[in-house]
């Protein structure tokens, strides 16, 4: 294939996921989409606003209301992490087992802040380009944005747990982190939502009730350190 037609294929792809975005749901499909958006919205706007009170309030000195802040906001961004492994998790199923199989677009490095989290969605863009068919890079697609989840949910564990303790030599490395943290989840977020609404777009319409169930099933307690099979996905 030469590079003219490659480039058009890539657009056009491009194109796909955008109509998707822009076309309207059936009523069902949509009351199920902005359902489900709302509550991942609620969370994070509550992630951001607990976050923010914490450095807030370690820039201005008070370490004491500041620490019980930040292991909050790591808990509602556990449980958020959560939801959207689930989410991808049971979108990946119904892929499988129905076909149901959405328009994807390249991760975009440039959406990510960590270091690591850009390197991965380099080369997650490349190997997506490489995938000839388009299940390959749906199911890919949910792979790493799974990996991504994961690792940033670790990263913050992490560092609201020495925050919260009190006894880490580099405090600082780690109040530093939380913004960037909170950035990356954001695009990750913002990625699962529009993978959400074109998977919608595809999904059987008999399916739509069974999705809705799985969707609104209580999240499975995973403890720390303790991943999903990526490669069920």
């Not at 863009?125 to 670790?154: C, N, P, Q, W, Y």
């Amino acid at each position: 294939m030469n590079l003219r037609r490659f480039a058009q294929k890539c657009l056009q792809k491009r194109r796909s996921v955008l109509k998707d975005w822009r076309t309207q749901l059936s009523e069902e499909k949509t009351l199920l989409f902005n359902g489900q958006v709302c509550r991942w919205e609620s969370s994070y706007t509550m992630l951001s606003v607990m976050l923010d009170d914490a450095l807030t309030l370690r820039a201005c000195g008070d370490l004491t209301r500041a620490r019980p802040q930040a292991a909050l906001s790591s808990e509602i961004l556990d449980h958020l992490a959560a939801e959207l492994v689930a989410a991808l998790e049971a979108m990946g199923d119904y892929g499988r087992h129905f076909g149901a199989v959405a328009a994807v677009t390249p991760l975009d490095p440039e959406f990510f802040r960590d270091e690591n989290l850009r390197k991965a969605a380099y080369w997650s863009s490349v190997l997506s380009r490489m995938l000839l068919s388009e299940r390959g890079r749906f199911f890919h697609k949910l792979r790493t944005l799974v990996g991504m989840i994961e690792d940033l949910a670790d990263e913050f564990r992490e560092a609201a747990g020495e925050i919260a303790e009190g006894i880490t030599a580099n405090p600082g490395g780690y109040w530093d982190t939380f913004e960037q943290l909170h950035y990356d989840f954001n695009t990750c977020l913002r990625e699962a939502i529009v993978i959400l609404k074109s998977f919608l777009h595809v999904l059987p319409a008999e399916q739509l009730e069974s999705l809705s169930r799985r969707f609104e099933a209580p999240v499975p307690y995973r403890p720390a350190g303790v991943r999903t099979l990526r490669s069920s996905i």
